[in-house]
């Protein structure tokens, strides 16, 4: 356990649907982030959040919605996905806004968009 | 953009054997790098940093090599074990400017464990 709990583990959803990820962190860390990790590419990161304000949104679609209500939280709601959209995603947490060795990932969320 | 490549997407080696995993990168303005460890079904694990001002550094078993005049890193792994295998990224990052707190991330090298 890396303190950075997921839920759902997998998630299979039609593109009409509307769904949200959980992200939890019992770090005490005052950042947290989205990545995506798509089959053979790097990991993207997608949001940043520092002390509960985005400070980064790095051009995702914005079918793709974060909310971040307290520093130990954090949800991505999705809303129309595309087939291409299918990935593992990644929820982090760091204290302060640079990752380094503080950075704790997840297990992640295997989405599946039908 | 940024990138960050790795030389081999998959390496495999015999238990016991030294394991070496290589990774270039293209920011020469990067002030730290990371290897991370992710086993199937899991999240990335950190395993080691090197700061931009040092050349190597060593933890358990493992070893980072930093070669900034070429802009490599590589992850050596002493008496590989099969509880190794797993996908390893090297990341690197900035404390400084728009880049701060973002961490660039290679592709990733399958390693693969025989016993």
Redesign the interface.
Known sequence: ETGVTQTPRHLVMGMTNKKSLKCEQHLGHNAMYWYKQSAKKPLELMFVYSLEERVENNSVPSRFSPECPNSSHLFLHLHTLQPEDSALYLCASSQGQRMNTEAFFGQGTRLTVV | GES?GLHLPTLSVQEGDNSIINCAYSNSASD?F?W?KQES??????II?IRSNMDKRQGQRVTVLLNKTVKHLSLQIAATQPGDSAVY?C?F?S?RGST?????????TQLTVWP
């Open positions: 960050v730290y990371i991370y079904g899991k999240g990335p694990q950190f940093d990224f990341a990052g404390d701060l707190g973002r961490l660039y991330f290679g592709r990733g």
